[in-house]
């Protein structure tokens, strides 16, 4: 892959990933396809919803439907019909979420299987072959996640880790067109990501990761760290913060230097009736919709807001009809995917700074429609 | 409207309906948008699967959204953005399915809502009022419809007041742009059905349904009953078999003289991971799929089998995404109302019979993949 750096407004980067499977210009939102489909997505639909590029999960993946399948169908893109650039995670991070299903030792982890409780073993090893095996664009190293807070000495065991992973993933890696991205870990503690970044970076790979953020820290501690660590990083290679995916999130990012991100959020949001606009977020389901005739988003451009009335999504909500789910999952895509293509001319028009306050004025301006529903979800709003 | 009668060959019709919202091929195929949604698909999906003409349900749409909310976004085409031709079932199907929940009298029928219990009231005026303010291009008139086997007593009575009701339904037509449909009742009973073809033909309306049928009878009874209504009807006019939609229905309905029908049957087999196609139905979730890169049907064009195999559709089904059942549900309309289309063409060609024989050799062929599912669906597999 070749990343070329083509303009800075402070410090919001704009950028293009030259990737086996097409183009990204960046900055960059990844729409996240689990099981290797987004969910109620076709890849026609993504493409039409401005998608660049897809992230799918290694652990769901390696679990089901397994290498071989996918590996007999000629790879992932060939078994979702997806023919534009992938990135898949390295499964550290749903492993960690196991907890009491999981066995961390300093060769890799031993995890039983959610679905069926079987037994599986990752090392950094086993899953640069199993990324590489999909032919992915981009595959992530496995890395030592952690929850927030926690203890030094368990942050510190943990970059120490993902340090000796990165070098062994590095040392693993067997397919020139598959792209490796490090992980710099290290919790809120700038001495750790220090520590971390240097490792990695060491390593050397195709780009650079920030994980362990947006795992139970505040939004400040979260804006601090994103911003600590973007400067720790080259400033030629791509920079990912992974598992964001809010407008406001997204404006922190790419504001702190961020270059890709991915995240759940728009698609379990538009799942559970929740709609994206940049007038703040609003659930579909409200009574005061039943009745609206205009679109989700009347400054929308997608097809759903071309098409259909929030009456109509509401009435296919509060009918549990499937159509509901999936329509507003397009729009949430194409309205965030839309965000990022403005946040690039805005880059490129060094206009970075008061496009960024008017999206954040606007989101505020509906204080009752755009407060913080990543509780919600957490509640169990949502689906995986 | 208007009704061309172009050809024949046996009892197989060609014709054309011309309704406000475009012209109808027959015979046709009409999925079922129940709530106002063909579960799961778009509109532009449904006329990209060659559907010609919706159904969509009265007893539904009455309870949820309601007629208020429909006739303020302008009608039931603009609520759901379906600009091709509507019709409406009365609800009388519906309503006497509830059983316990309904109370029959000469004048209507009384029956509490499956959702919230709430109390509402069918008569032959009030339904035609409701559909005719949906503004859909052809209503069903109330009939009573009852289940086999029945007395003979109660199938006299549904007979009569189906009559009663007929004549009332005619009378309370004030929107000529909507066309209305007579139902002709009474079982498996000949004197029945010729009485109520007469009294319905009687009343005088824009096309004829022999409603009824496919509610517990055998096979035989079904195709024998739908030859003898069929002939009872004028053929100057188009005949609808209510609540028909398999393969082998299809072609018994053709090969009686039938123009259009309707059945939930291809998205809810889609919905459920039943393929449908000309070599017979195969359950997408058979461990026989799991590895298999052909197409759910070689000799399919729609844009599922063009995209995606068997191998992905099975991983999509068990792994429970939303993806699997929409992509089913697409290919399954769009496979039935393409073997309309080239019986259209057969007819027109003189070639009924051999095509009819054809196909039917073909469903035949695979035993184990062509049984009647009907009981699978009814024992619960299935949604509404």
Known sequence: MTFELLGR??????????????????????????????????????RDAKTQILLANTYHLWLRPGAAIIAHAGGLHRFMA????????????????????????????????????????????????????????????????????AER????????????????????????????????????????????????IAAGFDGYAIGGLSVGETRAEMEEATRFCADLLPAERPRYLMGIGTVLD?????????????????TRCGRNGRAMTRAGEFHIRNAAFVCDLR??????????????????????????EMLGPRLLSYHNVFMLNQLLADARDAIEQKDWA??????????????????????DIAAGEGGN
């Open 295 to 320: 679109p989700i988003d009347q400054t929308c451009d997608c097809l759903v807001c071309r098409t259909f009335t929030r009456a109509y999504l509401a009435h296919l909500f509060r009918s549990n």
């Open 82 to 149: 997806w023919d534009g650039p992938i990135l898949t995670d390295s499964g550290g991070f749903q492993v960690f979420s196991l907890r009491e299903r999981r066995r961390l030792d300093d060769d890799g982890v031993t995890f039983a299987s959610h679905l069926d409780g079987s037994m599986h073993r990752f090392t950094p090893e086993s899953v640069i072959q199993f990324e590489e095996s999909l032919g992915v664009d981009i595959a992530m190293v496995l890395d030592v996640c952690v929850r927030l807070p």
């Open 354 to 375: 008061r496009f960024c306050a008017g999206i954040k004025e606007g989101v505020h301006r509906n204080p009752l429609i755009s407060r913080n529903v990543a509780e």
């Open 9 to 46: 407004d402070g410090r919001a980067r704009r950028g293009r990933m030259t990737l086996p499977h097409g183009v990204v210009e960046t900055p960059t939102f990844m729409p996240v396809g689990t099981a290797g489909t987004v969910k109620g997505l076709t890849p026609h639909e993504l």
């Open 153 to 200: 000495q368990e942050l510190e065991r943990a970059v120490a880790l993902t340090s000796q992973w990165a070098t062994r993933a590095a040392a693993a890696r067997a397919r020139p067109e598959t792209a490796v991205f490090g992980i710099v870990q290290g919790g809120l503690d700038r001495a750790l990501r220090e520590r971390s970044a240097r490792d990695v």
């Open 250 to 266: 997204a404006l922190l990012a790419i504001d702190g230097g961020i270059d890709m991100f991915d995240c759940v959020y728009p």
